[in-house]
């Protein structure tokens, strides 16, 4: 006989990959000390994150950010 977890843990692995990345989110967060500054950088994390989904925000390749902003301080 399969316990709990067991059980659980097959669920959670039949899920589509976007819901068991968002199941991982969760069970990091829930391991994680909650400090006023944390749940801020969060908020703001998924905020952000929605904006890119969304459309409302384009993403940039990290080097390509680098050298712009290596090029408005030079």
């Not at 067991?6 to 990091?28: C, K, S």
């Not at 909650?34 to 749940?39: G, L, P, R, S, Y």
């Amino acid at each position: 006989m399969q316990s709990m977890t067991e059980d659980l843990q097959a669920q959670v692995l039949g899920l589509p990959a976007e819901d068991r990345a968002r199941m991982l989110e969760l069970l990091i967060a829930s391991l994680e000390p909650k400090t006023a500054a944390q749940q801020a950088w969060t908020e703001l994390a998924l905020k952000r994150r929605e904006d890119v989904r969304a459309g409302r925000t384009q993403v940039v390749p990290g080097d390509e950010a680098l050298a712009r902003v290596r090029a408005s301080l030079g």
